[in-house]
Each structure stands twice: as structure tokens, then as C-alpha cells.
């Protein structure tokens, strides 16, 4: 499936949610139902800084497609990991790069991506495409 | 008494609403909300008489003029000031620490010792480790316990002929600690060290008689008052204010200048280069007004009625975990829930219109103290409401009940 088939599929989802606490708790229980990164990836090497939540992102090349795995100590922002994840991850360096977000606008999450936000998913959104321009230009 | 409604009706932000919901607004440790009084004098500045000041010859100059150094005499008394010329106006508390450290560089030597206490914010921190770094002299801190209180004993022990200078804050911001800056200040000129007292967050709850407490600096930000942001002021003694040179270069701040050699005004004006914030300065003058008509008794009464009501509340939540019990605290509550992160708290609280700060306060080194990530930190200020501590306590309950 591409990113934007992914993108369109969570925001038909949220779309059956009528307010706020239907869609934190949906979130809240993406973020405890997911284990998402294998702990000897929690490492300090792969935290994004300056967040209140620490926020860890591990990236791996499987054929030509990346692979993404990440976790934080805070639950929301584990759920918003949980989608981003879902829409990024096992897809071709490329189509990351080129990939927006606005998506998450279309949720009703648009306040945690804000850049003054300090909850590190903006870095961490930067870090995912980071990680594919790396693995595309080793694709060549 | 204190007439609350009275007092709320004076806040225009009071009445909007966050996320549908009626605004409950507990950051006023990061800064207060400011009355209509205030903004009133603010709006009058643009309106009526904005220019330059000190050195027009015309008439709205003069008049801005006037209404600064007014303002400079009403923080004067507030603090009771020997003199109108010890208060520099800055920009805030962070602008007066930077102007002390940067003073002290030419005046420390490398066998010199810093004393700096443990439940400082960065900005009481970083500018003495870079003051440090400059001129090789050591930064030693007093601890704390587990309480949140000074250890006053390790204290008086770290204390030297070496040590030079000691800063502490007066009012922890992360845990609301009074700190005893009576016996502070004393203890350190016994062995002849000058000592800065970060005001920052006792400013709104307690008056600082810097003649009382024979304090060498002392700090205040503006929108810590009810005033507004990007002003602030640093007592200094005049002695130590002669002593100092000064900060920034710039307009204002010099006597005669010529391509050999400049010499700089007299005080306060060495230290206040450049057009400062004017209107700033004046809404400062007008906050400690607005807040001294209401008085600081009442007010610290009314907050502590406030803070045990709400201590009490938020423990009856189980697994609440209150970090900064000392015995002498303001109005500032620092806690988290069991298995929770604070985050995720501040998050759902701001979806219930509650506004709280959540993190590390500037302050990571209590964080790391109690081996916490952060908290949620419920700070209250006079026109906050007993109903405002029933919402908070309800929206902790139904956080925790999402969350957990």
C-alpha cells in the first residue's frame, strides 16, 4: 500500500470519532498495545533531544524498503508513533521523502506538530526523512 | 479578605475558553496574567505619549521620561531601596544574572569559589558555569534533601574565605521552596562573599526588603507580577554597582565619548545601554501598583489557603506523588501520578482547558535529584478559585483513568 493509501485508511478511521477522548483514547491504546522497537535499540544514540517525552527512532534497510521502529516514555506520544509509523515505515526511501504530513491535520492531532510543540515529533518526522535520504542515496 | 470575584473580573483572559471549555489557568509560576489596570497603562503609553526617553526636548519625551523614572521609584519602594539609582531596569531576571556574572569576570580569580544552590533554575546556573569557565574559579553547589529544603549545614561548611560569591533563588520555581536567604545572605558576608538572590518566583507572593535582608543583588521579572514580558529589574547595593563595569556598550550608558576614550554615565544608566523597553518599565511600575492596592498579606494568605486546599485534594488521588514538601512553601504544587508521564497528563489537562507546565522547569538537576523525567507543576496565583482546585483534581482523576 502506498503512504498516501495509509494516510487516506487512518483518516477514514478517525473519521467515526466525534470528539477529543475518542480519538486520545484510540491513541492511548495504539500507544499500549504496540511494542515498537526492540530494547537494544533504546539506546542513547537514538533519542531525539530536546523533547519533554524521550522519543527513541531506529531505521533498518529490508530489500528496498524502510523499516521503522520507534517508542517514547509518554503514552500519547507513543499512539502518534504508532500512526506515523504505520504510514512510513516499510516503504521505499523515495516515497518517504516525498511524503507529507497533512494528514495528521486531517486526525485532529495538528496541535502536536506544531514545531514549538516539545514533544520531539516534529524531530522525529525530520529523523524518518533523514534516515531515508541516508538509505537512498546508499540505493543509489 | 480577598474579593475574588472582584479581582477575576479584572482579567480579561479570565473569561475565554480553551478547547471549549471555561479556561483554568495554573502556569502563573511561568507567568502571570495581567489586569486591565496594566494593560490600561500600556495602551495610554502608545496612545499618548510613546518616545524616546532621557534625551528629547520636547514634551512627550519628558513625559515618557517621567513615567520611567516614576516607575523606578515605585520598584524602589516596593523593595525598599536605599536609593532610585540601585534599580537597573533589564529585561528580566535572566538579563540581571547575565549582568552580574559578566561583572564579576574581571573581579574573580582562579582560586576563587561559587557557591550556587541546588534547585536553581538554568538561568541561575549557566551563567555562573560559563563565569567559571572564563576565569578558572570552582562552582560548588549546596544540596538539598529530599524534602526539597536546603541542606544548611553542608552549607555553612562550603563556605570559605575563598568562596566569593553565593546565589541562590529565593523561591524555588520546580518546587515552590522558601528558601532562608536571611540566614544565607548573613552567613556568606561573615566571610566577605557577595550574594545575588534570584527573585524571580518570590516576586508575586512575598516582598524582598533588600535593606532588611542587606542583600548585595536581587532580581524580579515583570510578568512574574501581573506586568509584562521582556522587563525586569536588578537591585544592586551601590557600592557593588560602582564596582561592576559595565554590560552592554551602546547609547545612553556614556558620559563623553571620543575615539581614545569613553567614559560611562553614572548610575543607573551605565548598565541600561541602548532605548530600553519604556512602556515595559512603566507596566512594571503599574503591576507592583495594581498588586500592592490588593496587598501582599492578603494575597499571601489567600494563596496558602489555596495551596493546602489543593494539596490535600490532589493526595486524595492515589498514587499522587507531591515532590517539594518543605515547610515554607508558595503557592506551587510539582507532582506526578504513579506509571504516568507528565506529558501525557499536561496533555489531556490542556484538553480540559487546564493549563499546567509540565517537564523539567528549567531545572533538570532536581529532576535528576528525585530520578525523575518531569512533573506536572499546578502553580496558583491570587485570582485562582477553590472551584479552579476542584477542575484540576477532577481532570488529574480523568487523565489517570485514561492513561492508566
Known amino acids: 500500500m502506498s503512504i498516501k493509501a495509509i494516510q487516506e485508511e487512518i483518516i477514514d478511521e478517525f473519521s467515526m470519532f466525534d470528539d477529543w477522548m475518542q480519538r486520545y483514547e484510540y491513541m492511548i491504546d495504539l500507544g499500549k498495545s504496540l511494542p515498537l522497537i526492540v530494547d537494544k535499540y533504546k539506546t542513547d544514540d537514538n533519542i531525539i533531544k530536546g523533547c519533554q517525552s524521550k522519543v527513541w527512532v531506529h531505521a533498518e534497510l529490508e530489500a528496498d524498503k524502510l523499516v521503522f521502529t520507534a517508542d517514547s516514555d509518554a503514552i500519547i506520544t507513543k499512539g502518534i508513533i504508532a500512526i506515523l509509523i504505520r504510514a512510513f515505515s516499510n516503504q521505499k526511501p523515495q516515497d518517504i521523502i516525498d511524503a507529507d504530513t497533512h494528514f495528521i491535520d486531517e486526525i485532529g492531532l495538528k496541535e502536536h506538530l506544531s514545531p514549538t510543540r516539545a ?4 524531530s522525529m518526522i525530520k529523523q524518518l526523512k533523514l534516515y531515508a535520504v541516508a538509505y537512498q542515496t546508499q540505493l543509489g | 479578605m480577598l474579593k475574588v470575584t472582584n479581582i477575576r473580573n479584572d482579567f480579561p483572559i479570565l473569561k475565554r475558553e480553551v478547547n471549549g471549555k ?28 510613546n518616545a524616546n526617553i532621557h534625551r528629547g526636548v520636547h514634551a512627550l519625551s519628558q513625559e515618557a ?13 516596593h523593595i525598599n531601596a536605599a536609593k532610585p539609582h540601585e534599580v537597573i531596569f533589564t529585561s528580566g531576571t535572566t538579563h540581571s544574572i547575565n549582568l552580574v556574572a559578566n561583572g564579576f569576570s574581571s573581579l574573580i580569580k582562579k582560586e576563587d569559589e561559587i557557591l550556587v544552590s541546588a534547585m536553581e533554575h538554568h538561568s541561575n546556573i549557566v551563567p555562573w558555569q560559563m563565569l567559571c569557565e572564563r576565569t578558572g ?8 534533601n529530599q524534602e526539597g529544603e536546603l541542606v544548611m549545614k553542608t552549607y555553612h561548611e562550603l563556605l570559605s574565605p575563598k568562596t566569593k560569591l553565593v546565589f541562590c533563588n529565593h523561591v524555588s520555581n520546580a518546587l515552590g521552596t522558601v528558601n532562608p536567604i536571611e540566614e544565607i545572605i548573613g552567613a556568606a558576608h561573615k566571610v566577605g562573599a557577595a550574594v545575588l538572590i ?21 532580581t524580579i521579572s515583570a510578568h512574574k507580577v501581573c506586568g509584562p514580558t521582556g522587563a525586569g529589574m536588578l537591585y544592586g547595593k551601590e557600592e ?35 532605548t530600553p523597553n519604556i512602556c515595559g518599565g512603566i507596566a512594571f511600575g503599574a503591576a507592583l501598583d495594581y498588586m500592592n492596592h490588593i496587598g501582599f498579606d492578603a494575597i499571601a494568605a489567600y494563596e496558602q489557603e489555596l495551596l493546602t486546599y489543593a494539596t490535600e485534594q490532589l493526595l486524595s488521588i492515589e498514587g499522587l506523588k507531591i515532590y517539594g514538601t518543605a515547610k515554607e512553601k508558595t503557592s506551587v504544587i510539582s507532582f506526578n501520578v504513579e506509571q504516568i508521564h507528565p506529558y501525557d497528563i499536561g496533555t489531556i489537562l490542556d484538553k480540559l482547558g487546564i493549563a499546567v507546565r509540565t517537564g523539567h522547569h528549567c531545572a533538570q538537576p532536581i529532576m535528576d535529584f528525585y530520578k525523575i523525567p518531569g512533573t506536572v507543576r499546578a502553580s496558583f496565583c491570587f485570582y485562582n478559585t477553590k472551584e479552579e482546585v476542584d477542575t484540576l483534581v477532577a481532570g488529574v482523576k480523568r487523565a489517570k483513568s485514561m492513561l492508566l
Not at chain 2, 22 to 49: E, G, K, R
Not at chain 2, 201 to 207: F, G, V, Y
Not at chain 2, 243 to 254: D, S, V
Open chain 1, 119 to 122: 514533544n520531539g515529533l516534529v
Open chain 2, 198 to 218: 534570584d527573585g524571580a518566583q518570590a516576586a508575586p507572593h512575598i516582598i524582598a526588603d533588600v535593606q532588611a535582608l542587606d542583600v548585595d543583588f536581587y
Open chain 2, 137 to 144: 574559579a570552582t562552582l560548588k553547589v549546596i544540596p538539598m
Open chain 2, 240 to 274: 557593588w554597582l560602582k564596582r561592576l563595569p559595565p554590560y552592554q556598550g551602546g547609547g545612553e550608558m556614556i558620559a563623553e565619548v571620543t575615539f581614545e576614550k569613553t567614559t560611562y554615565a553614572d548610575l543607573p544608566h551605565k548598565f541600561e545601554a541602548g
Open chain 2, 65 to 77: 521620561t517621567d513615567k520611567y523614572e516614576e516607575a523606578r521609584a515605585i520598584i524602589q519602594r
Open chain 2, 22 to 49: 471555561p479556561l483554568v489557568y495554573l502556569d502563573n509560576a511561568a507567568t502571570s496574567q495581567t489586569p486591565q489596570q496594566v494593560i490600561d497603562v500600556i495602551t495610554d503609553y502608545y496612545h499618548n505619549y
